[in-house]
């Protein structure tokens, strides 16, 4: 690579693939989506793999893939996440799209803030700006 870039300008910021599955993810899922999941396999070891979907009417998409990504992982597993249970990953992944939180949607809205009894327009906690449910 051969770029010159002037003095005092910043490089451009770099695209990882974590960056690059989380902005592929936000093309399939957005505030208040519920993230499907399954246990696919359990390994003699007891590490349990799970698949990940949105379910749409057009049908599953299966996100397994870039959520593995966009959380710096190879595989869905509770090898990886220390944990096979859907909410901690669904969890996980909303604070990866949302690192910033999210503007409230109303009354969709899957924040716990409104459970707490807290009104507000922004949740400043992305993880749970995304609901789970086991197939
Ligand atoms: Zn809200």
Same mark, same amino acid.
């Given at each position: +690579?051969? *770029?010159?870039?002037?003095?005092?300008?910043?490089?451009?910021?770099?695209?990882?693939? $974590? *960056?690059?599955?989380?902005? $592929?993810? $936000?093309?399939? @899922?957005?505030?208040?989506?519920?993230? =499907?999941g399954v246990v696919r396999s359990v390994s $003699?070891t007891g590490t349990r793999t799970l698949d990940l =979907?949105?379910?749409?009417?057009?049908?599953?998409? =299966? @996100?397994s893939g870039?959520v593995a *990504?966009?959380?710096?992982i190879k595989r869905v597993n509770s090898g990886a996440l220390? &944990?096979s249970?859907?909410?901690?990953i669904? =969890?996980?992944?909303? !604070?990866? +799209?949302?690192?910033?939180?999210?503007? %409230?949607?109303?009354?969709? %809205?899957?924040? /716990?803030?409104? &459970? /707490?009894?807290? @009104?507000? +327009?922004?949740?400043?906690?992305?993880? !749970?700006?995304?609901? &789970? *449910?086991?197939?």
């Open positions: +690579m051969n *770029q010159a870039y002037e003095r005092g300008t910043p490089p451009p910021p770099p695209v990882t693939k $974590r *960056q690059a599955a989380i902005v $592929r993810l $936000r093309a399939y @899922l957005s505030v208040g989506d519920t993230v =499907y $003699r =979907y949105k379910l749409t009417d057009a049908g599953p998409t =299966y @996100l870039w *990504q966009a959380l710096g220390r &944990s249970d859907l909410f901690t669904v =969890y996980e992944l909303g !604070y990866s +799209m949302w690192p910033d939180g999210f503007d %409230c949607i109303g009354d969709r %809205c899957p924040s /716990n803030d409104h &459970s /707490n009894g807290h @009104l507000t +327009m922004h949740h400043a906690n992305g993880g !749970y700006a995304l609901r &789970s *449910q086991s197939l």
